[in-house]
């Protein structure tokens, strides 16, 4: 069995899978305490995490059956995110794993979102090409083998997509994360009421979504405090189309591009029914993990590290974490 930490962000993860891929326990702790900041304050979340670690691992533990002698690896989000949210992840992993010389996998994050779609029951062999769509990030990626050296084929330049959704829910006074809130007043609008900006002209396979926010707040100023209550549902609807067809002309080149019919999507975003309609017309084998899976967890950490060479003890004790930038290749 194998059990996973994941701290990167504002959720405190532990789960346990066994090799096969089948999850025994998947805990998430969401903080639910930065709405009120309108947006994740990394201290608090990092200091949050440090409270809450020791009785999700606990609970991971014991939902599985598992005891830490027994396990064969010990699996950590070593990067991409934030570094005091991290470090407590990492710090815990190594003191567990060190305390009875077990082995431990350093994972990338993002490499976990990819390794979602490789859970049981229903893994969903590479190739393939991967969108993760999240608040923290929005990635496409060709997927050849489960391993971490998938080949990023893009990337966004500025906002993540679900950033795009949280500062545009934002601007039309819906609370923080805005993505859910967004979804649904766009229901009740036109999409086609407003032409927001799909950053066409990003070329390749990049995305940015920077553009498209402030085209909303020039809009809402345009038409005026009144006009612009008596409009949010249109503007919602347009506004979310925008992000869905950014999202979709990218996947549409990235299959053209690497000549593959089979799509995984994960991240936060892949929730959006406007996204998933909108992905289910392209002719391609689709697979959209359930929403937990999505979302950031641990399972998918435990899955990424079943590919992943683990490192012996004591060599994972100078294990560091990053904020950004290169994946461990390992
Ligand atoms: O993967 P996730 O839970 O956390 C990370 O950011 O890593 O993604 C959260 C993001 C938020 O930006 C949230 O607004 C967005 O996913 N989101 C949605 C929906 N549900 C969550 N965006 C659009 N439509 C949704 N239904
Ligand atoms: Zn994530």
Do not use: W
């Not at 599985?64 to 470090?87: D, F, R």
């Not at 959704?165 to 601007?171: I, P």
């Not at 999409?191 to 402030?214: E, N």
């Not at 697979?287 to 490192?311: G, H, K, Q, W, Y």
């Amino acid at each position: 069995m194998i059990l996973a930490l994941e701290t990167s962000c504002d959720d405190t993860c532990a789960a346990v899978i066994d090799r096969s891929g089948e999850i025994l326990a998947n805990v998430i702790s969401s903080q639910g305490i930065h709405d009120r900041y309108g947006g994740v304050v990394p201290e608090v979340a990092s200091r949050h995490h440090l409270e809450l670690i020791g009785d999700v691992v606990q609970d991971a533990l014991r939902t599985a059956g598992a005891s830490l002698p027994a396990l064969e690896l010990i699996a950590v989000t070593c990067g991409p995110g934030l570094v005091g949210a991290l470090l407590v992840g990492v710090s815990t992993a190594k003191a567990l794993a060190a305390a009875h010389r077990l082995p431990m996998a350093a994972v990338d994050h993002l490499h976990g979102h990819v390794a979602a779609g490789l859970l049981a029951p229903q893994p969903f062999e590479p190739p393939f090409v991967s969108l993760i769509a999240s608040g923290g990030h929005t990635l496409l990626a060709r997927v050849s083998d489960p391993g971490p050296a998938f080949r990023v084929l893009g990337q966004t330049l500025d906002d993540a997509a679900g950033e795009a959704f949280d500062k545009g829910a934002r601007l039309l006074g819906l609370g923080y994360p805005g993505g859910a809130a967004l979804e649904r007043l766009a229901r009740e609008g036109d999409p086609t009421a407003f032409d927001f900006p799909v950053a066409a002209r990003v070329r390749g396979l990049d995305f940015s979504f920077a553009g498209l926010k402030t085209a909303l707040l020039y809009r809402l100023r345009d038409l005026g405090e009144a006009e612009a209550e008596r409009r949010r549902a249109d503007l919602a609807a347009a506004y979310q189309r925008a992000i869905v067809e950014a999202l979709h002309l990218r996947v549409k080149r990235a299959l053209a591009a690497t000549g593959l019919t089979r799509l995984a999507v994960g991240g936060g975003v892949a929730a959006n029914g406007a996204l998933r309609a909108r992905l289910a017309t392209l002719d391609v084998e689709l697979d959209i993990p359930p929403r937990e899976l999505c979302t950031d967890n641990a399972a998918m950490i435990a899955s990424a590290a079943r590919f992943v060479r683990p490192l012996p003890y004591p060599d994972y004790l100078a294990l560091d974490v990053y904020a950004s930038g290169e994946r461990i290749l390992a």
